[in-house]
């Protein structure tokens, strides 16, 4: 009983000194974060001296050489660029269009969709059929669709939580509205912008035409959803009113492009990944800084910070900036692929890919005993507000890495604001605030710090490590 | 045994439809604020019509009219002014502020703080000395203080999560800045605007002189972060610089203002009162749309919302819009007399008075028994992202209603962004984002409703209501 009694205290003890260390830890990161952060000034950069950075774009080559320069100051163990392809589309001339109603010619906002055609030289005018989803456009079929532009007006479901979960319910649209409304014979496509809000910009994003006939592949635009409103209420009142649009984008030969990473070797088990990234590519309206350069600078100073705050990995920490997730997933690919071939162990990845709000917590792919390791964690980020820790996605860039016995993670900042900015012309740096962006860091670090001290729970076949 | 396993069963039933039901109209209180709310609306008319709002200014009383006439629409069953004598201060022409370095001037942002006197005519020029806190004033005394212009310059502590924490560590130097000073012969007082941003905007605010004599009585300015450390960089360079500043203000005789009040009268207990909250007034360099017309439209929609959603109070649900909380807290304090003066019972009072930014939960002031209530409902509000739920301060305009039976509580928004506009040129309506301004709405019916439903724990000496 006696011994009993003093194994009891004894584990009390080692647990309370155990806890306390971890919660001294990430008081030190945050605090470094929040007064020694190196993100907001590489955003200003990314943002304000770069700008958009398309894949395959010569400022896509810039934010490589920029962000490989800037990792190389901090004196990470290894710093390196993998190679891969692209695909490479330009927007070309500002796109044009209106309508006319009541004998008033109405412009409106529209932006080409990435990896769409343009239309012919002189734009495209024809009639508008209103649609909400595919079913409704199979319904009305070729004879009604034919010769005529699809308007696909679907909101965002804006009594969603989540604005990703709204995003989520209309974004075939986008993706696939052209391939759908190319079948039967449409002659163009405008999208409703995957926007909560009601304004000017028209938000653009990637769609596919999947194996339609060249012949069939029509051009696709996104229309602001004020314009949106606008069209819908002309519409009302004239449903012969001619919808005429022209853009002049084009696709290109793939170029070459590269993932910027960066290590620091872990001095126990070097052969355990553990990687924190973002995607170096955007959309070419805005500057990118919420989507994802925001997710970039994030990750890169998470090596700063443990750097900064005495902390040594046990395990390999990584950097991982990927090339093209908007428009092709190619750096991703990559990443997993050589990851793969060289049989390296990634015991967790977290993505920062949904804009540098105030950060929530995490979404967690992972089984059930490393989810309920993570969730023994959670009263550490406590007094950082940091409350969600669920299962769900983690991010497109990791997603390759997935194993049975890994953890993927994504960051989750607060989203209400998301969409106001998302693959839109006012995706700019002033719409970063610095503390939430610095904050997102912070909680990232944390959550690395965590894993690399104590590693995830191998299942059957793995050896258990204890450290 | 048989018994007691149907008693069993039946109380889980009971439980179960409980929760079922409180959820529904949960999901349903949400679902109204984020696609039929009209907080928005009416902040847009309050900060773009009218705009700053400062007690005894033209501009609050059309505020008082307009938010009458609003909640005259919506059908409540009683709404009224309550008059109240409030402090009118004006700040006049724009104030102008420069030094002198190596042979340039360099202008400085500053405004006068509410409540300082003016600058002689032609303003004033002085040495400046620069001080962190009163500790340092006192060290230096009459000696090295008389004649100078005291420059508090203590940064709000960046490694704070709450802002509010940060801000609550400096905010003496605002207030009793030129208290401190003036008693030492200092003839003017610049202090660091309460901003964590650095950039040129000041930040105004209530300051005070106790009960100084009026020879001692010295003005008092906030000068942008930018423009704070620029002087203590130049401060470096030459001890001797002379800093000049001409401010205008001027303090008024006490004039008329209103509370204004609505009421849902309760159809069970209608002498109790649950009552929620914001403040009419704002200073006069923005808008005041984060601090306070967020707060006053959200209690505005609270009251719309539960009607909406078929929500019939069993007690009284009033909606009070206090006049005066920034210079002078005379609308709260007069709520709190009358209230008194007519023996109502009020068992629960929330403000919203933090922006209108994304809610985060609330802090109540309770006793432990009705505190323990409120963390029984705490997971009704995870789906909408709502986690915290914790004791501490309520707010300044519901605090002179605390008993020891009642509960107060306070919104508590994200409040990383909320520094970057108080009191401050850009408190501006587009700062305000339509969905997080309408989910704190919702977030505040949902626990009014539950309120309302569930009543306050009374303690010895009331007897326990059974409902």
């Known amino acids: 009983m006696k011994t009993r009694i003093v194994t009891i205290i004894l584990c009390c003890f080692t647990a309370f000194n155990f806890a306390q260390n971890d919660e001294s830890v990430l008081k030190e990161v945050y605090k470094t974060s929040l007064t020694n952060g190196k993100s907001y000034e590489w955003l ?19 934010a490589v050489q920029y962000t490989k320069a800037e990792l190389e100051k901090l004196g990470l163990d290894k710093v390196w660029l ?4 692209v695909p490479k589309w330009e927007r070309g001339e500002k796109e044009k269009a209106f309508f006319e109603i009541a004998g008033f010619v109405k412009e409106v906002n529209i932006c080409a969709l990435g990896g769409s055609v343009a239309t012919a030289k002189d734009g495209v005018s024809a009639e508008v059929v209103e649609v909400h989803d595919f079913e409704e456009l199979a319904a009305l079929g070729k004879e009604k669709i034919e010769g005529k532009i699809v308007f696909y007006n679907r909101p965002m479901q804006a009594d969603l939580i989540s604005t990703f979960n709204a995003y989520g319910g209309c974004v075939n649209q986008r993706y696939a509205g052209a391939m759908e409304a190319g079948k039967y014979g449409a002659v163009g496509v405008i999208v409703r912008s995957m926007n909560l809000r009601q304004d000017d910009y028209p938000h653009t994003g990637s769609m596919s035409y999947g194996d339609l006939p060249i012949n069939q592949r029509i051009p696709s635009a996104a229309i602001s959803t004020n314009g949106a409103e606008k069209l819908s209420e ?13 853009q002049n984008c084009k696709q290109f030969e793939d170029v070459q492009s590269y993932n910027v990473i960066g290590e620091i070797t872990g001095h126990k088990f070097p052969n355990e990944y553990i990687i924190v990234g973002g995607h170096l590519d955007s959309w070419d309206l805005g500057d990118g800084a919420h989507d994802d350069g925001a997710g970039v600078v994030q990750s890169m100073d998470v090596l700063r910070l443990l750097k900064k705050s005495g902390i040594k990995p046990k395990r390999t920490i990584r950097v991982v900036l990927f090339m093209n997730e908007e428009n092709g997933l190619r750096g991703a690919t990559k990443y997993a692929e050589v990851a ?4 390296e162990n990634h015991i967790f990845a977290l ?8 950060p929530r917590g995490f979404s967690f792919a992972a089984n059930s005993t490393n989810f309920d390791q993570v969730l023994g964690w959670k009263d550490l980020f406590k007094p950082y507000l940091i409350h969600y820790f669920e299962l769900g996605g983690s991010g497109a ?5 997935k194993t049975d016995t890994n953890v993927l993670a994504g960051l989750r900042p607060d989203s209400q604001r998301y969409f106001d900015h998302h693959h839109a012309a006012n995706d700019t740096f002033e719409h970063v605030n610095k503390r939430e962006l610095e904050l997102g860091t912070a909680t990232m670090t944390a959550l690395v710090y ?7 729970n191998p299942i059957s076949g793995t050896k258990k490590i204890k450290d």
Chains 1, 2 share one sequence.
């Open 82 to 85: 993998q190679p891969v392809m």
């Open 450 to 456: 965590l894993f690399d001290k104590y590693g995830v």
């Open 351 to 358: 993505e920062s890919d949904a804009g540098g709000f105030t």
């Open 44 to 62: 200003e950069h990314l943002s304000n001296e770069i700008g958009g950075r398309l894949s395959g774009s010569k400022n896509a080559e810039l």
């Open 397 to 401: 860039d990791v997603g390759p890495l």
């Open 340 to 343: 793969k071939a060289k049989n």
């Open 234 to 246: 002309a519409l009302k009142q004239n449903k012969e009113l001619k919808f005429y649009f022209k």
